[in-house]
């Protein structure tokens, strides 16, 4: 397939990841002519809920093992929107479908680990489900989205294997272009709903960037993606500044969203790396609520996620931006 050749500068503003339409409303009930309820709704049953404003949160549980935990339900997990107790109201802990774009640094330094990233990258996306759909993006000085999204996964390996090293780095605007096309997969029905993920691998620093570190940062946090790092380390005993702050920067994303950042010390290590990931995206709980802040002020709000079984510590994206009033 011809790759797309983007630049930062290019890019338009995407509309949110899931749009909810406004359902029908049935006509109210007379209190006479109301069935009786004999059973509370089944609160396990997860729902897609149209028209209401719901922060919806990828939750990662792990023991002090670093084992996942996915036994937990609804009423063992708390949470907290800038220090007040919310009413979780959506719970599902069976695996959804993903939607994922996996970049992939292809500047001049990445050469002589290429093949071994490729290896790594096409065994990654042999783990995806059928369901699963995946996009392919190279990036060295320029970014090119090598596969759109697909759930073809010999489409998805062949992209991986297109790509060669040359040119500079501009880590920024590859994860600030991929975030963008994340945000036009959008759900019409609960079928479509997917868990969002960003997977991004390089070796060094950004160099050639269009885009700041803070406008990619708060395009994340706008997001409805967790993203996953792997920076890969150098064989000096003493990191390079740029290193450093490459460093830095994976591990603010990954922070901020509720995913995780890799420093392996060897390029034959990724596979491992890769296989972590997957293992995480299969493992993850998403639950919801209608925050009680009803201030439509486009303000921060900080959102901590609790569980109640002793040991087990709970990984989630540490906010979200208010709606606003259009």
């Known amino acids: 397939m011809r790759a797309v050749r983007l630049v930062a500068v290019a890019v338009l503003a ?159 605007n590859a994860i600030y272009i991929s975030l963008k096309e994340l945000r036009k997969v959008r759900a019409q029905a609960e079928e479509d709903v997917r868990r969002q993920a960003l997977v991004v691998f390089s070796d060094g620093e950004d160099t050639s960037s269009l885009v700041s570190f803070e406008e990619v940062l708060d395009l994340a946090k706008r997001s409805e993606t967790a993203i996953y790092a792997i920076a890969l380390r150098t064989s000096e005993p003493a990191q390079s500044k740029g290193f450093r702050e490459a460093e830095f920067v994976m591990r603010q994303l990954a922070q901020e969203t509720g995913g995780r950042a890799f420093f392996p010390a060897r390029v034959e290590d990724l596979s491992g790396v890769y296989a972590q990931i997957s293992d995480e995206l299969s493992s993850q709980y998403t639950i919801g609520y209608t925050s009680k802040n009803q201030l439509r002020n486009g303000a921060w709000r900080r959102v901590v996620v609790q569980v109640t079984r002793p040991n087990a510590t709970p990984r989630t994206k540490k906010g979200y931006y208010a709606p606003t009033t259009h």
């Open 14 to 172: 995407a509309l949110p990841a899931f749009p909810m339409a406004q359902e029908p409303q049935a006509p109210p009930v007379p209190p006479s002519a109301a069935p009786p309820t004999s059973q509370p709704p089944d609160r396990q049953r997860p729902s897609f809920r149209a028209g209401v404003d719901i922060v919806s949160l990828n939750v990662t549980v792990v023991d002090p093992a670093n084992r996942y935990v996915t036994d937990l339900d609804q009423n063992d997990f708390q949470v907290f929107e800038d220090g007040m107790k919310q009413d979780v109201t959506f719970f599902n802990k069976r695996q959804q479908p993903i939607a994922l774009s996996l970049l992939l640094d292809s500047s001049a330094s990445m050469e002589d680990k290429l093949e071994t990233l490729q290896k790594a990258a096409t065994e990654f996306v042999r783990r995806l489900k059928p369901n699963d759909i995946a996009q392919v993006v190279d990036f060295d000085s320029r970014v090119e989205i090598r596969q759109p999204f697909t759930s073809n996964r010999t489409e998805l390996e062949a992209a991986i294997l297109q790509t060669s090293a040359g040119g500079s780095t501009s880590l920024h």
